[in-house]
């Protein structure tokens, strides 16, 4: 650890000179007395990756009362609460751009409308740990020292003043924001006991800003929220009291209704349900158990040895479906193999929507079977399937349909969404399923007995390219892993970059601590990495300092990283 003035005068020492110099900063500490700034990595010029510096802050200094660390989810909604005011103050304080490339850049992973486990910032009951990046100031590739100076001597311990010392936050802002998240967790573990799927208040906003916007649409054009009477389930929460909303309840629910109704809006928030939500954002009281899968088709994909039998059976060129592999699925083997890989890494809840659904594995009628005959037709349609996966499984599902009014038969109960509002039609769906037959054959499909146990072989992951080890997330939807990039755009639920790169460096260091030993199955693989992000922390990932862009991932989608690796084996 150095003084302060030992980075001050380093600064004007290397002022004007090339920008290699900087390097000197690089793996130091320098005390400020009230925090200490690290500097783990010094970037190589100034059009490249920001430097990364660290902060640290007692927590004597940073005076936070002892409530804030009583328990896990509260640490979660703190952290996610002071990188979000670093980020706010490095708006308000930053002079900003100043030099060539990102010169005066300062940067924290900033997040979205959901608050999830993120490296950018570490509260412990020892201290705060802010990682930020920093554009180190240079004209051209020459070193603008004085401009350093102003940085780390002027903004950063402005910003650090104004975010992280508990007497200069608002305190009912930060109360409310752990609240609410911490509401949100005990309201998912009681859907349980009510032997629900998902909740949504009353009161709810659903709808976006945009098809860009992930923000609230305006309060004064979205209908809010309102559970149809029959459907209303409550809650007792700590802070809130008493909440009131739809209760989704286990089996099989069908969410009906003509087009643009807000059908699909729904499921989306349901979708999101699994995460929680910022105060203010509309669906801070829309849960969903964590397991939930957004299932879709995906045409083009790759799949490697699933066995989508219970759907998927005799096709033409007798592959064999029990094993079956395909490097460019089509849209119902596709989401027959989603669906399947969704139960094997472990799922309660399907959601599925006819809009981005393959029409073929969704429903036969009547009239198809008639032309088609079973013996032709290598399909058994999820219709047909869909009782089997809750009798058998306990997995639900939860369907959008505008369309196929033959799942009336198999619904358990079915929400109208009539003009943004929803309301049951279970009974009257019923009475027309029963006045108004549907004439189709139950076609029996294989049973979902055997899912378990696809051992991925280790050979087949190549994360180098050349000697080295690339990964690296190529925006949200795609990660380059070694010579190949796994395609992640069909992952609804994917939500944040951060988690695009966690899922990289995920796999690398499941391979580098043969954890994909050849013998574990994926399920196993993903408990056992899951168990050791819970021990160590999502930073252990990281293969050099601790890196402040993670932001963890769920088990669903690095699972489903894994089956989109085109050169997977399995063993
Ligand atoms: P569907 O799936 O039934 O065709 P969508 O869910 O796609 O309908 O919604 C259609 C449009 O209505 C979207 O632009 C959406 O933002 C908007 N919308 C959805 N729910 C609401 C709501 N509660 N209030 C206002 N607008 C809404
Ligand atoms: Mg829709």
Redesign the pocket.
């Known amino acids: 650890m150095q003084q302060k003035d030992r980075l001050y005068q380093t600064l004007d020492q290397i002022d004007s000179q090339g920008y290699k110099s900087y390097k000197k900063l690089q793996k130091n500490w320098y005390d400020f007395k009230d925090f200490k700034l690290g500097i783990p990595y010094v970037q190589g010029d100034p059009y490249a990756r920001p430097s990364s510096i660290f902060i640290r802050l007692s927590a004597d200094k940073a005076g936070f009362k002892n409530w804030y660390y009583k328990n896990n989810t509260r640490i979660k909604a703190v952290e996610d609460y002071l990188s979000r005011k670093i980020s706010s103050n490095i708006s308000k304080f930053l002079e900003g751009h100043r030099g060539s490339g990102k010169s005066g850049l300062i940067t924290i992973a900033s997040p979205g409308q959901e608050v999830i486990k993120r490296t950018s910032l570490e509260f412990t009951p020892h201290q705060i740990e802010a990682r930020i990046k920093v554009g180190l100031p240079a004209r051209g590739r020459t070193v603008m020292g004085y401009q350093a100076q102003d940085m780390f001597f002027q903004e950063i311990p402005k910003i650090v003043k104004n975010s992280l010392y508990f007497k200069n936050i608002e305190e009912e802002h930060l109360r409310n924001h752990v609240e609410t998240v911490e509401e949100q967790t005990i309201l998912r573990k009681k859907l349980r006991d009510k032997n629900l799927v998902s909740f949504i208040a009353n009161g709810s906003?659903?709808?976006?800003k945009s098809g860009i916007s992930d923000r609230p649409?305006n309060t004064r054009?979205?209908?809010?929220?309102s559970s149809p009477c029959e459907e209303e389930v409550e809650f007792e929460l700590p802070y809130s009291g008493k909440i009131s909303g739809l209760g989704i309840r286990k089996g099989i629910t069908l969410i009906v209704?003509?087009?643009?109704?807000?059908?699909?809006?729904?499921l989306e928030a349901v979708a999101r349900g699994v995460y929680d939500h910022i105060p203010g954002d509309g669906r801070e009281y829309v849960v969903t158990r964590k397991d939930a899968v957004k299932i879709r088709a995906e045409d083009g994909r790759r799949i490697e040895k699933v066995n989508i039998s219970p759907f998927i059976n005799n096709l033409p060129g007798a592959e064999k479906t029990r094993e079956f592999s395909s490097e460019n699925a089509s849209g119902s083997t596709s989401q027959a193999a989603n669906i399947i890989e969704a139960l094997e890494l472990g799922t309660g809840l399907l959601l599925i929507d006819e809009?981005t659904s393959a029409t073929n594995l969704m429903i036969r009628d009547a009239r198809m079977q008639q032309l088609v005959s079973k013996d032709k037709e290598p399909i058994t349609p999820f219709i047909d399937q869909v009782e089997k996966l809750y009798k058998n499984k306990e997995i639900s599902t939860l369907l959008?349909v505008?369309g196929a009014g033959d799942y009336f038969d198999v619904a358990d109960r079915v929400i109208m969404?009539d003009e943004?509002r929803p309301r049951s039609a279970t009974n009257q769906a019923q009475e027309i399923a029963r006045n108004l037959p549907s004439q189709r054959q139950q076609e029996e499909g294989r049973q979902f007995s055997s899912l378990s146990g696809r051992i991925p072989d280790p050979d087949s992951f190549n994360p180098r390219k050349g000697r080295k080890i690339k990964v690296r997330p190529r925006g949200r939807e795609t990660i380059q892993f070694g010579r190949e990039n796994i395609d992640l755009s069909s992952l609804e639920q994917l939500l944040d970059q951060g988690q695009t790169k966690a899922i990289g460096d995920i796999l690398v260091y499941a391979l580098k601590n043969d954890i994909i030993d050849g013998k574990r199955s994926l399920s196993e693989i993903l408990t056992e990495i899951y168990n050791r992000l819970e021990n160590e922390g999502l930073k252990t990932i990281s293969p050099f300092q601790p890196d402040g862009d993670y932001v963890l991932p769920r088990p669903q989608e690095t699972g489903a990283a894994i089956n989109r690796l085109r050169s997977l084996k399995i063993k």
């Open positions: 906003i659903l709808p976006r649409m054009e979205a209908v809010p929220f209704g003509g087009g643009y109704h807000g059908k699909s809006t729904l809009d959008v505008g969404m943004y």
